[in-house]
């Protein structure tokens, strides 16, 4: 038994799939962020400077930064619990 015949059950292989990817993505996405922002999230404390949960000031770039990562994952993250309850659903 192959590993694709093990993770798409059922009709409609092809969208499950795709859907498989969306969640795929979307928990990427997720993880991306967890690991290059983990001292998140940021606020200004001083001077321009940005300071994260431990106190360590940043500049503006990775603020910016940050903020575009977070839209991006609150644009993403309603795709991936919609495609989640979709592909549970093709699966029963």
Not at 2 to 21: C, D, E, M, N, T
Not at 24 to 45: N, T
Not at 49 to 57: D, E, F, P, V, W
Request: net charge positive.
């Amino acid at each position: 038994m192959s590993i694709q015949s093990r993770i798409f059950v059922g009709r409609h292989i092809k969208l499950q799939a795709v859907l498989f990817a969306v969640i795929c993505v979307c928990l990427g996405v997720f993880i991306y962020g967890l690991l290059l922002y983990p001292d998140a999230p940021y606020k200004l404390c001083a001077d321009g400077y940005y300071c994260g949960k431990t106190g360590i000031s940043y500049g503006y770039e990775i603020f910016n930064k940050w903020k575009s990562w977070e839209k991006t994952l609150f644009v993403c993250w309603p795709f991936g619990l919609i495609a989640s309850y979709v592909l549970r659903k093709l699966r029963q």
